[in-house]
């Protein structure tokens, strides 16, 4: 599957559900659904290609300046918050994720993250994408063992990072020095 046609579905999702689909803490939250409904209507393989691809594009921002965006934003950190974090950038659009690798400092400009650094709401955050394609895939072929082989041998041959990109941080979460530094607009919205 193309770039361009995998981040197309995911902008169907995005503009079924219009003003709704930057908040990820929305009780009724409609996006996630919205892109099960979208990938339900592709053919099993093209859904296995999506799964691939998402795994590709999610590995696109496995870099230590996002990690410390996302905890200075989501105010921890863990692989599995991480994750969860880029597959929420993902769930915002193409635009919005290639600013955010390119410079995770834009993040400051999205209003769901001016909200959660006044405390009044709000999460960029989700939790394994990969669960609403394995929902589509279910859908169609009423089962997920044979998406489970295919994406399992899909990524078999593929090079996926074992740390993060870019340069490494000395880590500590502490180091305000280092967060206004490196992330000033995020740390003059979040320390100060």
């Given amino acids: 599957m193309h770039i361009n046609e995998w981040w197309g579905l995911v902008e169907r999702a995005r503009a079924a559900v219009g003003d709704r689909a930057d908040d990820r803490e929305l009780a ?93 709401g709000g999460w960029i955050g989700y939790e394994c994408v990969s669960y609403l394609i394995s929902d589509a895939y279910q859908r169609v072929q009423g089962e997920t063992d044979s998406l489970d082989t295919a994406v399992e041998t899909a990524l078999r041959g593929m090079a996926r990072p074992d740390k993060p990109r870019g340069e490494e941080w000395n880590w500590d979460p502490e180091d305000e020095e280092q967060m206004r530094r490196r992330l000033p607009r995020l740390a003059a919205l979040f320390l100060d």
């Fill in 28 to 120: 009724d939250d409609p996006l996630p659904e919205a892109l099960v409904d979208v990938l339900a209507g592709l053919e099993p393989a093209e859904i296995v290609d999506f799964y691939v691809k998402y795994v590709e594009v999610e590995d696109s921002a496995y870099q230590y300046s996002l990690c410390m965006a996302a905890y200075l934003i989501e105010g921890s950190y863990s692989n599995d918050g991480f994750r969860d974090f880029r597959g929420g950038l993902i769930l915002l659009g193409r635009d919005t994720f290639s600013r955010a690798v390119d410079n995770p400092d834009f993040l400051a400009d999205l209003p769901t993250v001016t909200r959660m650094s006044r405390e009044e």
